[in-house]
């Protein structure tokens, strides 16, 4: 099988440079086979494999009480241990939600990728940033566009694993230059 994903690599480089390489390069090889390879920092991930529970909060805007709701979760490590999909199953304001989330961690760019999706909306949440090992936090940055003013609006996500069975998440968002906090999820493992 590996040889099979080198001779596939060799000939997608082959074609990419126009022939101009040889499809057999060490160094290019070297590279396709660095970028394609799970690390450590797709360990982190797998780490948060398995099903949790979750206990949201969500605030809405400043001085307004906060909604809470509760979900579970189920994270697995896909495309080889690559990427990391959750599925997300719970209700919100009395309404069914689902979502599903990819995270991976880039090697190239060595930054976190994340796109998030769920029934509450249409748009995709792309997000990408670093791991603090001190912290064992993952921070995301990306923008959304909120629905109420049309506008993209800047969105930063922690992700902080506080022991094996224990995961806190939190959602900010900036609107006019001021970041609030919009979520609070706490995951436990079940």
Known sequence: MKNTTLLLISAVYFLST????????????????????PGDMHKVLAAANG?????????MAPGQ??????????????LGGRYQQANITGSFSGMPFEAMSLIGYDNMKKVFISSWIDNMGTGILNSEGPYDAATNTITLIGTQVDPM??????MRETIRMTDNNTM?????????????????IKLRRI
Not at 22 to 33: N, R
Not at 168 to 184: R, W
């Open 18 to 37: 126009g022939g101009r390489a040889m499809a057999q390069d060490a160094d290019a090889m070297k590279k396709w086979t660095d970028y394609m390879t």
């Open 149 to 154: 003013s049309g506008k993209e609006m800047k």
């Open 168 to 184: 806190v998440m939190e959602m900010y968002t900036s609107t006019g230059g001021k970041e609030m906090k919009s979520m609070e």
């Open 65 to 78: 009480p906060p909604i809470k709701s509760t979900s579970t979760s189920e994270y697995k490590m896909i």
């Open 51 to 59: 099903k949790w529970s979750e206990d949201i909060t969500m605030w």
